[in-house]
């Protein structure tokens, strides 16, 4: 199972919107609604930030949203702030026999 | 507060064994699935393996069927992955996390394992 496609970098400036892309196939992300979207600062663990595609978890700020078209996922961050500098990473669901997930390759924000 | 605490990483030569153990608490731990996640230093993260509520299900990725057994206790609200046969690819950190129907959370801090003579 071949890791999903994510940019390795994306920037902005505080205020602005980023989105960051998260491409597979038909058999991970085109094929289920389970994308899930992860924040990782420096030497900490990864936190849940989507899941289902465009759902948030309570106390995750509105800024974060994520969306799916085919076979690319996508999240959106709007109003970047400072804080929001870390690595982010999107998940699948991989199906088949072997109840698979399988992860982005990560995408580092900078904010400029 | 939902916490998992993972312990048991180290060092160890190539062709070792080590067993992860992670300590769930603040939830109702026989009522969900449980994986580990990996992610070697300086690279993404990489799913592992996953157990069912009852320990009756058990899925691992391709690279590690055959070295990895993950297992849980649910009397003890513990959750183990005991690695054979390592290797230096095997280097990581190693996550224990919560898995709900589609997603991983919360995670715990990690534990470093590292392969090396």
């Known amino acids: 199972q071949s890791a999903l496609t994510q940019p390795r970098s994306v920037s902005g400036s505080p205020g602005q919107s980023v989105t960051i892309s998260c491409t597979g196939t038909s058999s991970d992300v085109g094929g289920y609604n389970s994308v899930s979207w992860y924040q990782q600062h420096p030497g900490k663990a990864p936190k849940l930030m989507i899941y289902d595609v465009s759902k948030r978890p309570s106390g995750v700020p509105d800024r974060f949203s994520g969306s799916k078209s085919g076979n690319t996922a996508s999240l959106t961050i709007s109003g970047l702030q400072a804080e929001d500098e870390a690595d982010y990473y999107c998940c699948s669901y991989a199906g088949s026999y072997t109840f698979n997930w399988v992860f982005g390759g990560g995408t580092k924000l900078t904010v400029l | 507060e939902v916490q998992l605490v993972e312990s048991g990483g180290g060092l160890v030569q190539p062709g070792g064994s080590l067993r992860l153990s992670c300590a769930a608490s603040g939830f109702t731990f026989n009522n969900y699935w449980m994986s580990w996640v990996r992610q070697a230093p300086g690279k993404g993260l990489e799913w592992v393996a996953n157990?069912?509520?009852?320990?009756?299900?058990?899925y691992s990725v391709d690279s590690v069927k055959g070295r990895f057994t993950i297992s849980r206790d649910n009397a003890k609200n513990s959750l183990y992955l005991q690695m054979n046969s390592l290797r230096a690819e095997d280097t990581a950190v190693y996550y224990c996390?919560?898995?709900?129907?589609?997603?991983?959370?919360?995670w715990g801090q990690g534990t470093l394992v590292t392969v090396s003579s």
């Open positions: 996390a919560r898995a709900a129907k589609g997603w991983f959370d919360p």
């Open positions: 157990i069912k509520q009852d320990g009756s299900e058990m």
